[in-house]
């Protein structure tokens, strides 16, 4: 009998000790974060983000606390609803949507789920929060909006020749429309002329820059995703035509353009790294207003310089990244 007893206490004791490893591994798994971080397409400004995003994460001590679920629409933006939903159903517990569609469409998939975006240049005219400073809903972000004047200055001093731009973009991109309408306001109080020609895909890019090259002295483009992804098309027709181009971002200088005050997607992807660590620890949307970058990128690129034969001054060359080979 005595021995009997002792058997039936060590399965108590047993069934104890199972369940209680259950409990403890089910506490573990509501501790970590689960994050869906979204892209429209692939193209290096948007990877580095992403990167950024998540090497960053791991610096701030977050990689055991957070699980990464990466999805790519690959430049179908009507693929974007059902990739949030396809997240939602996984129970993500955050979306990290990266540019301004993408955000669009986490958006419209929940309003419960916190949404932190990044690379939205204009939040408020996208229809994601009524100011920078009003974020009551479930989505906050960092905004890239591009310092347009500043690249027109420099523009001033590098080819002061340069009198009338060529405005190649997506004009279904918000982030690039408002980008143009800021540039068109910018030549039109300063006396300069430009002429514009869209582009609704990468298809399309080498026919519009081409049909300017005859018309204006440089080109000008905003932080475009979809000329972003197709630069050394655009680099091409540029070179041929002995022609600079001016961008909104540094990877758009790094694949040839000639010079930027721009986006440094780096310091971006820091900024919502950081921000999704807040949430993660307990904040919430509220406490989180929208960021704007916190750190512009000085870029030349000297290669593409030397070969449109136009001299660096050396006083910016102290300002300024300087790329070459």
Not at 23 to 43: A, C, R, Y
Request: hydrophobic content about 45%; proline content about 3%; glycine content about 6%.
């Amino acid at each position: 009998m005595k021995k009997l007893l002792a058997l039936l206490l060590v399965l108590i004791v047993g069934l104890g000790t199972i369940s209680g490893c259950s409990s403890e591994s089910e506490t573990n798994q509501q501790e970590v974060f689960k994050i869906g971080i979204v892209q429209p397409m692939d193209h290096p400004s948007l990877n580095q983000i992403r990167e950024t995003i998540i090497s960053e994460l791991k610096a701030q001590g977050m990689e055991d606390k957070v699980e990464i679920i990466f999805k790519n629409a690959n430049g179908d933006m009507s693929l974007l609803p059902s990739i949030m939903q396809d997240l939602l159903n996984d129970n993500v517990d955050m979306l990290v949507p990266i540019a301004t569609p993408t955000a669009q469409a986490a958006l419209a998939s929940t309003t419960e789920v916190p949404i932190v975006f990044s690379a939205v240049s204009n939040p408020v005219e996208a229809g994601l929060v009524t100011s920078f400073e009003e974020t009551s809903g479930n989505i906050t972000g960092v905004s890239n909006s591009i310092a347009i004047e500043d690249i027109f200055e420099l523009a001033g001093t590098l080819t002061p020749e340069a009198k009338v731009f060529g405005f190649v973009y997506n004009s279904s991109e918000i982030n690039s429309t408002t980008g143009i309408e800021r540039a068109r306001a910018y030549c039109d109080k300063n006396g300069i002329e430009y002429q514009e020609a869209t582009i609704t895909g990468t298809a399309d890019l080498q026919q519009a820059a081409a049909s300017l090259v005859d018309q204006v002295d440089a080109f000008f483009t905003p932080n475009d995703n979809t000329v972003a992804s197709a630069m050394a098309t655009y680099v091409q027709v540029a070179t041929d035509a002995q022609l600079p181009i001016y961008a909104g971002a540094d990877s758009m200088v790094k694949d040839g353009a000639l010079a930027t005050v721009g986006i440094d997607y780096t310091v971006l992807g820091k900024q919502t790294a950081a921000m999704i660590v807040r949430i993660c620890n307990g904040q919430t949307i509220e406490e989180n207003h929208v960021e704007q970058i916190a750190e512009y990128a000085n870029m030349i690129n000297m290669n593409t310089a030397n070969t449109l034969g136009i001299a660096i001054p050396e006083e910016l060359k102290d300002q300024f990244v300087i790329l070459s080979e």
